[in-house]
Nanobody
Framework: QVQLVESGGGLVQAGGSLRLSCTTSGFTFGIYAMGWFRQAPGKEREFVVAIDWNGGKTYHADSVKGRFTISRDNAKSTVYLQINSLKPEDTAVYYC?????????????????WGQGTQVTVSS
């Protein structure tokens, strides 16, 4: 059974930081690219950042460059998202997703497996 479980979300003041984790099981994590997406209330799910299978390449949405860092630990089947300098507009449910290709794709439809999400709320 495939599982992706996000954690680390919460309420934080603007300018603060969070580290999200996504622990996975049930598939061969080390051969999947991984991505983070987010969905704010009333908005569509949007791509945030992706990392390739071995962590050698990453791709960020322009809106998060310089503030968001993705990393992975294949030995722990876990992907992380370090978020710094949080802004109120970063408020959203954050989802991790797994993509069985070598590319760093930005479309949600390209991803095979999804977690349930973790809420990040940034107060001004």
């Amino acid at each position: 059974q495939v599982q992706l479980v996000e954690s680390g979300g919460g309420l934080v003041q603007a300018g603060g930081s969070l580290r999200l984790s996504c622990t996975t099981s049930g598939f061969t994590f080390g051969i999947y690219a991984m991505g983070w997406f987010r969905q704010a209330p009333g908005k569509e799910r949007e791509f945030v950042v992706a990392i390739d299978w071995n962590g050698g390449k990453t791709y960020h949405a322009d809106s998060v460059k310089g503030r968001f860092t993705i990393s992975r630990d294949n030995a722990k089947s876990t992907v992380y998202l370090q978020i710094n300098s949080l802004k109120p507009e970063d408020t959203a449910v954050y989802y991790c997703a797994a993509d069985r290709t070598l590319g760093l794709r930005t479309g949600a439809g390209a991803y095979d497996y999804w977690g349930q999400g973790t809420q990040v709320t940034v107060s001004s």
